[in-house]
């Protein structure tokens, strides 16, 4: 066990739906990462939070947003969901901006 | 071209054999690399983590960095069944595109009895 929750562990909505995945870091880690695992590709980098404050962005969809709370928990929003948006999301936390990165055992997102 | 690139295998060796993981990379300004195990698309395990050139050992895992050729290692000795899984390796860093955790896209090992 990571020490990292994520929730719900599995999703199943339709297209056009809007749902909002949720993330607690570990005790004491500061930052949040999200990625993205479609069946044919690897892990895709979409956001950082550090603190409160974004980090950095990769290829996140317009479609996309998250956030970091004050209580360092984070949340990742997808609207307007489309088949291809089907994938396994993951979050990680570390202590710092940078360093070791523990990740959750991720929500499998269905879009039907 | 990919910042992290990872013969995608699959891979398949004897247990107790002594496995080679390689990736190498392209951003000049990663400062730091990991490696990971996920099974089955769970959540990937962080294996070894280092930030240097030169090796880490941690039990029966070794890993390896070289900045001056971009490339890193994971060894893993005397191997078993229950490490086929995926391996990941990861780069990343303090300044600009590097601030990303950057994944390759991983090896596929399987550990026969």
């Known amino acids: 066990d990571s020490g990292v929750t994520q929730t719900p562990k599995h999703l199943i909505t339709a297209t056009g739906q809007r749902v909002t995945l949720r993330c607690s870091p570990r005790s004491g880690d500061l930052s949040v990462y999200w990625y993205q695992q479609s069946l044919d590709q690897g892990l895709q980098f979409l956001i950082q939070y550090y603190n409160g404050e974004e980090r950095a962005k990769g290829n996140i969809l317009e479609r996309f947003s998250a956030q970091q709370f004050p209580d360092l928990h984070s949340e990742l929003n997808l609207s307007s969901l489309e088949l291809g948006d089907s994938a396994l999301y993951f979050c990680?936390?570390?202590?710092?901006?940078?360093?070791?990165?523990?990740f959750g055992q991720g929500t499998r997102l269905t879009v039907v | 071209q990919k910042e992290v690139e990872q013969d995608p295998g699959p891979l398949s060796v004897p247990e107790g054999a002594i496995v080679s993981l390689n990736c190498t990379y392209s951003?000049?300004?990663?400062?730091?690399f990991m490696w990971y195990r996920q099974y089955s698309r769970k959540g990937p395990e962080l294996l070894m983590y280092t930030y240097s050139s030169g090796n880490k050992e941690d039990g029966r895992f070794t890993a390896q960095v070289d900045k001056s050729s971009k490339y890193i290692s994971l060894f893993i000795r005397d191997s078993q069944p229950s490490d086929s899984a995926t391996y990941l390796c990861a780069g990343g860093g303090t300044s600009g595109s590097a601030r990303q955790l950057t994944f390759g896209s991983g090896t596929q090992l399987t550990v026969l009895p």
């Open positions: 951003n000049s300004a990663f400062q730091y």
């Open positions: 990680a936390s570390s202590v710092e901006v940078r360093g070791e990165a523990f």
